[in-house]
T-cell receptor, first 112, second 112 residues
Framework: SAVISQKPSRDICQRGTSLTIQCQVD?????MFWYRQQPGQSLTLIAT?????????ESGFVIDKFPISRPNLTFSTLTVSNMSPEDSSIYLC?????????FGPGTRLTVT | GDSVTQMEGPVTLSEEAFLTINCTYT??????LFWYVQYPGEGLQLLLK?????DKGSNKGFEATYRKETTSFHLEKGSVQVSDSAVYFC???????????FGAGTTVTVRA
């Protein structure tokens, strides 16, 4: 199994600012994912972040808006840039171990 | 692309009632199938999984069988409890990239 922590757990930010979310895993993992859960909605994959390569973004998500770092096998960051109220969501990181994915507790972001 | 269609709620039941949440999927390959649960105020947790046709996943009294012929993975529990009140997500993953595609989620409320 994997234990994942995220910082911050929640934040309230003003529009136009940026927030960096950290994801720490208690074991080394190759594949890490970032998801977004908008209020009352399901989860949508933002990007895949593998160590040693550039993040791969899903349709509708771009690097300028959601830059991702993956400096090692246990850590990643997601930045939400130039925020607007539409970015208010829960952001979750996830890691894959064989045949199973584990999710962090999420970062609840509110943009005012 | 791969997708999941999930019975939308909300679903309200009395304690000890039978619960079924329908889930069907579309995939080009042979995905793994999952049910995740999100309890109020908590993170996303894996409830059960099945990796090949006719597999039955089970946990906490919940069951789901991977039906390739009907492309379904319906979740069932014979006698629900108040503590089962949560949002349930059906999901699939292509083992080639481990990305998860989620259904819309079903909110289940169990009344005493």
């Amino acid at each position: 199994s994997a234990v994942i922590s995220q910082k911050p757990s929640r934040d309230i930010c003003q529009r136009g600012t940026s927030l960096t979310i950290q994801c720490q895993v208690d074991s080394q993992v190759t594949m890490m994912f970032w998801y977004r859960q908008q209020p009352g909605q399901s989860l949508t994959l933002i990007a895949t972040a593998n160590q040693g390569s550039e993040a791969t973004y899903e349709s509708g998500f771009v690097i300028d808006k959601f830059p991702i770092s993956r400096p090692n096998l246990t850590f990643s960051t997601l930045t939400v840039s130039n925020m607007s109220p539409e970015d208010s969501s829960i952001y979750l990181c996830s890691v894959t171990l064989p045949l199973e994915q584990y999710f962090g507790p999420g970062t609840r972001l509110t943009v005012t | 692309g791969d997708s999941v269609t999930q019975m939308e709620g909300p679903v309200t039941l009395s304690e000890e009632a039978f619960l079924t949440i329908n889930c069907t999927y579309t995939a080009t390959g042979y995905p793994s199938l999952f049910w995740y649960v999100q309890y109020p105020g908590e993170g996303l947790q894996l409830l059960l999984k099945a990796t090949k046709a006719d597999d039955k996943g089970s946990n906490k009294g919940f069951e789901a069988t991977y039906r390739k012929e009907t492309t379904s993975f319906h979740l069932e529990k014979g006698s629900v409890q108040v503590s089962d009140s949560a949002v349930y997500f059906c999901a699939l993953s292509d083992l080639s990239d481990y990305k998860l595609s989620f259904g819309a989620g079903t909110t289940v409320t169990v009344r005493a």
